[in-house]
């Protein structure tokens, strides 16, 4: 144990001077987000420059029913792994009725699966109700979620194209077992439906 300004710490506690105040514990740990920021922004960076998505979509339904069929029959595309947060929905809303629509259209030529690093319940009841798998806490970009979503699909990495918004957990993921995939930029905010 050591002691600074009359207070005894022990191994591996930081060990602030008594006159560090809230305001300025609050500046250093913002000090630390900050260079967490710059850290992804340098990730981001390089990712830009050496990931690319095989398709580039304004929102979700820039996939059109005939661009679906199109991929089925020239890539063998045969199902769909699908993220939620800000690619099917925007800032934790329920899903807006274009996209479950979109969603309704896909299925009836691919297989889907949704897979997020989320975990919600209203959203999970809302696939489960719609017969479609919802694998939660997936880590994406890691490739066990990727995996267990083939799996449940019965689908070789190659025959999914996985659709995100994120670069590094969707299509790093996706491409790091040669799926197919597609950004999505936006989320279309039409009227929202609620259970």
């Known amino acids: 144990m050591t002691k600074v300004d009359g207070h ?3 191994p591996g506690e930081q ?3 008594a006159e560090i105040n809230y305001k300025d514990r609050i500046y250093m740990k913002r000090i630390e ?7 992804f922004d340098w990730v981001n960076v390089i990712l830009q420059k050496t990931v690319h998505p095989d398709i580039r979509l304004a929102d979700v339904t820039q996939l059109t029913e005939a661009e679906i069929i199109r991929l089925k029959e020239t ?3 045969e199902g769909v792994i699908l993220d939620v947060d800000e690619t099917l929905r925007t800032n934790l809303k329920f899903i807006p009725k274009c996209n479950q629509e979109w969603i309704d259209i896909v299925r009836k030529h691919l297989k889907i699966i949704i897979v997020s690093n989320g975990k919600d319940t209203s959203i999970a009841e809302f696939f489960e109700e719609r017969g479609i798998e919802y694998i939660s806490l997936a880590f994406k970009p890691l490739s066990f979620g990727f995996k267990k979503a083939c799996k449940k699909m019965e689908l070789n990495p190659e025959k999914v194209l996985v659709v995100g918004d994120d670069l590094f957990d969707d299509i790093y993921g996706g491409k790091r077992l040669k799926m197919r995939t ?3 930029e936006n989320v279309i905010e039409d009227e929202e439906i609620q259970k």
């Open 15 to 17: 060990n602030l001077p």
């Open 182 to 184: 597609a950004i999505i």
């Open 33 to 39: 987000d900050i260079i967490v920021d710059i850290i």
């Open 75 to 77: 890539l063998g595309i």
């Open 8 to 10: 005894e710490s022990k």
